[in-house]
């Protein structure tokens, strides 16, 4: 399967009626229309909390920033339109999406989730959201019989990555929201991984979509934020009434990092794809390299899940060196490869999930899960793909 621009003109453009346009183009046009002041083609930063209101009552849509703000509602138009979602909601961060989604629920709701989703989610999960009367349950969202074994009668949602990160395993989405809207819970998927670009939840029944925007979606490490699109709007009503009552909201500054990085999404996206097949490929044939995963590989257990899901495979990748020791020694040796925490932007980020992103999870969780010391998880940058193959030949060379 060679990665393409996914079939995506399913969404209509209000500036050309029902002239149906392809997922760059709304990109980079759709809430990103040029300011009608002066014909800026970038959306303004807003940079102010308060707005003068005409008198008691009169104001020109807004108020006070922590309830919208024009900057915001760009990018809230844009990310929406990519998805497919009637409607999108920005936060400070990723774990501020996540933490407002669930706290839509109330006190006795019960949540299914992925066993082995990014460490930051179980911590919030676990250690706070459990002392607010809320219940959850963890499974291998891959196997549809436990999905549906693990529904309740008081079952609200169900939390899954597709891929799993770092194990890069795959859920057949559509399958398991027909079995969650059997049983009346809605699905929710941290789509950070693939981006709307490589995949689309709501085209396959996802009742919402999150992404860390900090990683795909912005693309130049510079930007931290989350967002929770929607597919009906009482979902948005909630999500909007929380961003005011909580705050955690994205500030106009990070809202304009999104919409500038968004905007070269697309051709981000195929490079990320193409070099990533190089490395996951490259990787597969070296004789340190114990095992690799990622679902481009032909011995992915789930290969034809992904070619019937994703348009492309992108750029993640996890394998074993073997060992701790193993592992650092490659790690000290990269140079091109930035040893770092998080993922998708543009430069090659290399990271450790037992010491990083998955040390809240805990020694015997990470074992559990199937989390060694000596896995390495990559994200391939768009350098020139000789450079990351030359520096990780180079590290590897060091065990």
Excluded at 20 to 43: C, L, M, S, W, Y
Excluded at 101 to 127: C, E, W
Excluded at 305 to 330: H, P
């Amino acid at each position: 399967m060679i990665a393409k621009q996914p079939d995506s003109k399913k969404q209509s453009s209000k500036k050309q009626g029902s002239k149906k346009q392809g997922f760059a183009t709304r990109a980079i046009h759709a809430g990103q229309e040029p300011d009608p002041t002066t014909g800026a083609v970038n959306v303004p930063i807003y940079a102010s909390s308060t707005y003068v209101q005409e008198e008691i009552g009169k104001h020109k849509g807004y108020e006070y920033s922590r309830v919208s703000n024009p900057t915001r509602d760009h990018l809230e138009t844009n990310l929406a339109a990519l998805e497919g979602g009637v409607a999108a909601k920005v936060f400070a961060s990723g774990m501020a999406a996540i933490n407002a989604v669930v706290t839509m629920l109330k006190s006795g709701d019960h949540i299914v989730a992925g066993h082995n989703l990014y460490g930051g989610t179980p911590r919030l999960f676990n250690q706070v959201l459990v002392n607010f009367g809320l219940t959850f349950t963890y499974v291998d969202t891959s196997d549809l019989n436990a999905v549906e074994r693990a529904l309740q009668k008081n079952t609200r949602l169900v939390f899954l990555e597709t891929p799993t990160n770092p194990l890069m395993e795959l859920c057949d989405l559509r399958a398991v929201s027909e079995i969650c809207h059997r049983h009346g819970a809605e699905v929710v998927v941290d789509n950070t991984f693939m981006s709307p670009f490589f995949q689309r939840p709501i085209e396959l029944g996802a009742d919402m979509v999150i992404h860390s925007t900090t990683k795909f979606l912005n693309g130049h490490s510079d930007g931290l934020g989350g967002v929770v699109v929607c597919t009906k709007p009482e979902q948005a009503e909630k999500l909007a009434f929380l961003q005011k009552c909580a705050g955690a909201i994205m500030s106009p500054f990070e809202c304009w990092l999104i919409l500038r990085g968004v905007k070269t999404l697309a051709v981000r996206m195929l490079q990320h794809d193409c070099s990533g097949r190089k490395v996951a490929d490259y990787l597969a044939k070296h004789k340190k390299v114990q095992k690799v995963f990622y679902p481009g590989l032909p011995d992915h257990p789930q290969h034809e899940l992904a070619k019937r899901q994703m348009t492309g495979f992108g750029s993640m990748i996890a394998f074993e060196t073997g060992s701790l020791a193993n592992a650092n020694k490659m790690l000290r040796e990269v140079r091109v490869c930035s040893l770092a925490e998080s993922l998708g932007g543009v430069e090659t980020l290399i990271s450790h999930p037992a010491t990083m992103t998955h040390a809240a999870v805990g020694e015997a969780g990470r074992r559990k899960i199937g989390i060694t010391d000596g896995m390495v998880r990559i994200s391939v940058g768009i350098e020139d793909v000789d450079d990351i193959l030359a520096d990780l030949d180079q590290a590897l060379a060091a065990i």
